[in-house]
């Protein structure tokens, strides 16, 4: 079918469906919404202000995406760009908004082949078993099982702080994930974890109780299903992905962690460590969720690049 409803306009349609039918994350959301309203400003003062998707062209896409060069944005940017672009016109294809989509046609800018550096198996057991030694932590049994879950069950931030009560399978060792577009998952629940979260539930409940105590008010507003609470149990209480990332980043820091480490770091740890203690790739891409085995195939590599450094240390040939 044709439309006459504006750029603008079908940008807004497909953020609104993100939360939706696709249940994307709130970063995802945010980062979507940035890309999208700044390339629909873009055709309306390069194509007009009532101009459709189909008056898009590939050619108008890759103007775009030399603006952003031009603008000094790098190709990681340009190409998270060009991906949102992918993914609004795919969701106008399936509404029936336009036939084809010219972002197909555009070749996504080469990106430079960068493998985050992970933390070896010793550098996080140490982390995560003293966590509560250092002033950096605020509720040393509530951040202990903010790391058995990241890095022990390898999950992402987003699942995190998704989690609910009803989600730790007791009988079952296990917990139940609820991943990217509502994709559920079971990861075992390890003992480590295990013991964490028993030594946390109560006095989540404790700080619950006192919080009702000091704001009878606070009921209707509370999140009392959520399985993770901000320090003050302010708003509805549940923790957020941005106060996880700082969590994990003050923690790192204080037990000697690099400064970028970040909770996609722990993520990464996880799926790295495990093909490093002899896990199936296969196995590995069940647990973290990813749709692709290329994706987990990306945790060869980081083995392989410790191998290599070993290799050069160790063997005389490589002397």
Known sequence: MTTT???RKLVEKFLISLSGERNASPHTQRAYARELRDFSAFIEKNVGKKATPTAIEHQ?????????????????????????????????ARHGYVEQNPASLVVTPRLPKHLPR????????????????AEAVAWPERDRVIFELLYG???RNAELVGLNLDDLHWANDAILIGGKGRKERYVPMGDAAAKALRAYLPLRE??????????PEAQVRLAKHA??????????????????????????????????VHPHTLRHAFGAHMLEEGADLRAIQELLGHERLSTTQRYTQLTIGKVAEVYDQTHPRAK
Do not use: H, Q
Not at 76 to 85: N, Q
Not at 206 to 215: S, T, V
């Open 206 to 215: 404790e700080r619950m109780a006192a919080r009702l105590r000091e704001a």
């Open 153 to 155: 069950c390898g999950i």
């Open 227 to 260: 399985l993770l609470m901000n320090t003050m149990l302010r708003g509805n209480g549940r923790l957020t992905t941005r106060s996880v990332a700082r969590i994990v980043k003050r923690i790192a820091m204080a037990y000697g962690l690099p400064s970028d």
């Open 5 to 7: 409803e504006t750029c």
């Open 60 to 92: 108008t896409i890759r103007a775009y995406l030399s603006e952003l060069y031009t603008r000094g944005l790098s190709r990681p940017s340009a190409a998270r760009a060009l991906a949102a672009i992918r993914s609004w016109f795919k969701w106008l």
């Open 118 to 133: 992970v933390p070896t198996i010793e550098e996080m057991n140490r982390t995560v078993d003293s966590i509560g030694d």
